[in-house]
């Protein structure tokens, strides 16, 4: 449905996206993750026709945005992260300006009051705009967005500045518009990323770091993975077994419940897989184990440890052409 190729975009010397590749497929739900000044909105942008390429391509099923504008477009419906929204009319008038400039040729009025069932905005079609809450004023622009039933969906940053009654809203309406539709979402909020999304792009420095389904995103840690195992035994005994374990770095008690049951948090080395050794240590002490769970990491530190691992490669880069080429002496 979405293809970019080799996309770049320089202002100057600077690079705002650097030669990135990636499909979004019929009815994937993207979300589009990065930090501030990573290229998130420049991508979308470029692939919504507001800006040009440096070089490279975007396609839209099929159509160039650059050589095909018209035809790309009429596949999307985007939402940048301020809606551009006119605030003297009603919800009706604007969705009926919308309708015109896109050529719409479906029904207009059961067309738009279509829409607006989909985004819960029915009561408020006679409404002016500049009376409506900013979780309406949203639910308004996501509507404009949806006129002339685009198969892609644009999100930038839907629930910022959102009350969390009203984040849950948006929410729960952009995964109900993944049924129908191909969705892109651009976010920093990273917990709405895995509440909607099937697959993650993570993009830094103009870059794309990472490219995963959402249910795999926790093999993007690397390093140590941790294990929580509550075992019945001597405490000081157990702990001291669980320590000599080949593979494991680190091991504490974290909770005494009585009767002789305790939990340890195990840290084991390179993602190593300790948990039969520890399942034959526990038995051959004779000390049943109650429960043994890989503790998840959160989406946060996923984010955080992709990012700075892409840092400390391109560092390690830019240490290795800064040194000095010794002569050869021969």
Known sequence: MIKVTNLTKKYGDRFAINN????????????FLGPNGAGKTTTMNIITGYISSTSGTAEIDGFDILENPTEAKK?????????PLYLEMTVNEYLGFIYDLKKCELKKKDHIDEICRVVKITDAQKRIIKNLSKGYRQRVGIAGALVGNP??????????GLDPRQIIDIRNLIKKLGEDHTVILSTHILSEVKT?????????????????KTENLEAEIKGNRRLEIKVDGPESQVL???KKIPGVSFVTVENSYGNGISSFLVESQNDADVRKPVFYAMAKGGWPIISMDYLSGNIEDIFISVVDEDDEKK???????EKPVKPDRK
């Open 240 to 242: 001291s077994t669980l």
């Open 20 to 31: 990135i590749s990636f499909e979004v497929n019929d009815g994937e739900v993207v979300g």
């Open 151 to 160: 198969k892609v969906v644009i999100f930038d940053e839907p629930t910022n």
């Open 196 to 212: 909607i999304c099937d697959r993650i792009l993570i993009i830094n420095e103009g870059k794309i770091v990472a490219d995963t």
């Open 75 to 83: 596949q999307i419906g985007y939402l940048p992260e301020f809606p």
């Open 315 to 321: 560092a390690a880069e830019a240490e290795t052409k």
